[in-house]
């Protein structure tokens, strides 16, 4: 199936004709980082390769999504297409997606698709498609609307507005800011970050629900902090008996037994769940193999999505300017993967992927507090020693404010699904707490 076309462009602006790559088909089962463009406003934007202007291509496309049987078909009235031409373009995309299905796929829902004629209403028709409805989409900018109005206030007042709009500060209005935080890190906007965070807590410590998470929070790191301490204790090979101890110390605490999977899940084999059963309950081990499925299958859609937006940079014209765009991609796992790909591909393919990575480390390197930096280096580390030497650096040149720095990293990742690394993480901090007693004596 061909995603891509590659059109001529002539520039609103300063009229450079061009050609460029356009995505004429969004499928969510083969190019799932197209619907994240599509939904954040940059699906087939462009730039001028003369003026730099970036200006949306509108070319006729089809957005599929076989698990919620979704068909739209979008027809952009602003180009001005006639009936016929629209129809011959849209039914030869629709082909193209039909031959990817399975034989047994239930196909019907081909016969009635969604037509739209602009790129709000393919939006709107997408987020339907998800369950996300007009009232959702409503209060996600009445939030907006609240994050702006906090971010112009000094302290005295940002306290008083949290009080007058309390009731509307819920679970959603926190995860929003959590995600504009890793947005603005990824984009490089690292300062505004920052003042973002200092909001949050400052919203968190004076709203009933903020102040319920971050009583969560503690006492949910306190328990990954109990179960890191044990494997710790277990080395790197621990036995099955050993881990069956663990199970039997925490199988009463749900949220211990999240950390332990998080932690310990490419240790349980189809033994360890007889062992389980056997010895504790099958109810027990039918609870832990759903969670190390859960984990594994967060993981598996983290690689998916990582691929995919690899897959659109070697197609793309401008791979930099997408890479801004999805720079909450740009990850360890994602330079992983690309330099994986570098090493089974073709001359050709590798040579883009090598300069894709010279851009993805300049992006991250400009986005990345000093701080930040000392995190990377810990989360590649290899050894024992390389992490107490690097802890000792940072709590050296930055104090009780890196303690910080781990706590809310732990708590991002983990708030992304990535609890292993979160747990990476909360180890460091007890380390980093231990050095930081020492500093201090």
Excluded at 117 to 122: K, Q
Excluded at 260 to 266: E, R, S, T, W
Excluded at 351 to 357: F, G, R
Aim: proline share 2%; hydrophobic share 45%; charged share 20%.
């Amino acid at each position: 199936m061909n995603l891509n076309r590659t059109i001529p462009v002539q520039c609103p602006k300063c009229a450079t004709a061009y050609q460029v790559t356009v995505t004429v088909i969004v499928d969510t089962s083969h190019n799932p980082f197209a619907k994240d463009l599509l939904l954040s406003g940059q699906l087939n934007v462009v730039r001028c390769p003369h003026c730099q202007l970036e200006s949306a291509v509108a070319v006729p496309l089809v957005y599929h999504d076989s698990h919620s049987a979704k068909l739209i078909t979008f027809a952009p009235v602003a180009i001005g297409l006639n009936q016929t031409e629209s129809n011959r373009i849209l039914d030869a995309l629709m082909k193209d997606v039909a031959k990817t299905l399975a034989q047994e796929q239930d196909t019907s829902y081909f016969f009635r698709p969604t037509h739209v004629g602009t790129m709000a209403e393919l939006v709107h028709a997408v987020l339907a498609a998800d369950g996300i409805t007009a009232g959702m989409v409503e209060q996600q900018q009445l939030r907006s609307r609240l994050v702006m109005m906090f971010l112009q206030c000094d302290e005295d007042s940002l306290i008083e507005l949290v009080k007058q709009y309390n009731s509307q500060l819920d679970e959603g209005f926190f995860q929003m800011l959590t995600v504009a935080i890793q947005q603005l890190v990824t984009q490089g906007n690292v300062e505004v970050a920052e003042h973002l965070t200092q909001v949050q807590q400052t919203i968190a410590q004076h709203s009933t629900v903020g102040r319920k998470i971050l009583g969560d929070l503690a006492l949910t790191d306190q328990k990954v902090q109990q179960v890191a301490s044990l494997l710790n204790t277990l080395g790197d090979s621990p036995s099955q008996s050993a881990l069956m101890q663990i199970v039997v110390a925490i199988s009463d605490d749900v949220e211990q037994l999240h950390a332990f999977v998080g932690l310990a899940h490419p240790l349980f084999d189809e033994a360890f769940f007889q062992q389980v059963a056997t010895e504790i309950s099958a109810e027990l081990a039918q609870q832990i193999r759903e969670m190390k499925e859960s984990v594994e299958n967060h993981h598996r859609q983290q690689i998916k999505h990582r691929l995919s937006f690899l897959q659109q940079l070697i197609v793309d014209d401008d791979p930099e300017r997408l890479m801004r765009a999805g720079g909450i991609y740009l990850d360890r796992l994602f330079m992983e993967l690309l330099q994986q790909l570098q090493q089974t591909n073709t001359a050709e393919i590798a040579d883009k992927l090598s300069q894709i990575e010279k851009i993805a480390l300049k992006i991250m390197d400009a986005r990345m507090t000093p701080e930040m930096r000392y995190l990377s280096q810990l989360l590649d580390a290899e050894t024992d020693a390389q992490i107490h030497s690097l802890l000792q650096k940072a709590v050296q040149d930055f104090g009780v404010k890196f303690l910080g720095v781990l706590d809310d990293m732990a708590k991002a990742y983990r708030e992304n699904g990535e609890g292993d690394v979160a747990e990476q993480l909360v180890v460091f901090r007890q380390i980093a707490d231990t050095i930081w007693e020492q500093h201090n004596d």
